[in-house]
T-cell receptor, first 111, second 115 residues
Framework: GEDVEQSLFLSVREGDSSVINCTYT??????LYWYKQEPGAGLQLLTY?????DMKQDQRLTVLLNKKDKHLSLRIADTQTGDSAIYFC???????????FGIGTKLQVIP | IAGITQAPTSQILAAGRRMTLRCTQD?????MYWYRQDLGLGLRLIHY???????GKGEVPDGYSVSRANTDDFPLTLASAVPSQTSVYFC??????????????FGPGTRLTVL
């Protein structure tokens, strides 16, 4: 079955880069996602990557996918206090309308 | 455009009472979902609906029921609430179809406390 794992907590200083890591178990995964949850709010999609890609960049966000190791990472450049949130890794499989979420990584940005 | 709305925002409920959490989307998405979020457990899927008129069980369906009479509404009912159902409940919708990226749009959540 599908399983998505993430570390629980990451603390960085404002202006540094943040790297949030995720591993998944299902090699059939087609799309991999990063969602952001701010306090008291629902999840919001940040970005996603198709499984035949290695990297995707969108402004301060860089997603790296290592299919061999089933490892996904989200790098946030020049981390700001507004980036403090919980970040969820998720996966879905082609043909199935089901998304499996990780437990979420809480990012704390220290001014 | 409101996107996806949930009601109530929060609720305190006595054990044994019946409760319906409401969810409405105005994006005409075919699929809708109910998740619960608990500390240390992340998001867990309760029930889902791929299209109006159909529903399915997720990872933790016991004690919950849903209906999907039309595209926009997807209520979640707790027939007889128990304290273990204390959680934050999120409704979500998506319009992936088969084979596309399943981008899910989340509501703001309902914080439910069962005493």
């Amino acid at each position: 079955g599908e399983d998505v794992e993430q570390s629980l907590f990451l603390s960085v200083r404002e202006g540094d880069s943040s790297v949030i890591n995720c591993t998944y178990t299902d090699s059939s995964s087609t799309y991999l996602y990063w969602y952001k949850q701010e306090p008291g709010a629902g999840l919001q999609l940040l970005t996603y990557i198709f499984s035949n890609m290695d990297m995707k960049q969108d402004q301060r966000l860089t997603v790296l996918l290592n299919k061999k190791d089933k490892h996904l990472s989200l790098r946030i450049a020049d981390t700001q206090t507004g980036d403090s949130a919980i970040y969820f890794c998720a996966e879905s499989i082609w043909g199935y309308q089901k998304v499996t979420f990780g437990i979420g990584t809480k990012l704390q940005v220290i001014p | 455009i409101a996107g996806i709305t949930q009601a109530p925002t929060s609720q305190i409920l006595a054990a044994g009472r019946r409760m319906t959490l409401r969810c409405t989307q105005d994006m005409r998405h075919n699929a809708m979902y109910w998740y619960r979020q608990d500390l240390g457990l992340g998001l867990r899927l309760i029930h889902y609906s791929n299209t109006a008129g159909t529903t399915g069980k997720g990872e933790v369906p016991d004690g919950y029921s849903v209906s999907r009479a039309n595209t926009d509404d997807f209520p979640l009912t707790l027939a007889s609430a128990v304290p273990s159902q204390t959680s934050v409940y999120f409704c979500a919708s998506s319009d992936a179809g088969l084979g596309g990226a399943d981008t899910q749009y989340f509501g703001p959540g309902t914080r439910l406390t069962v005493l």
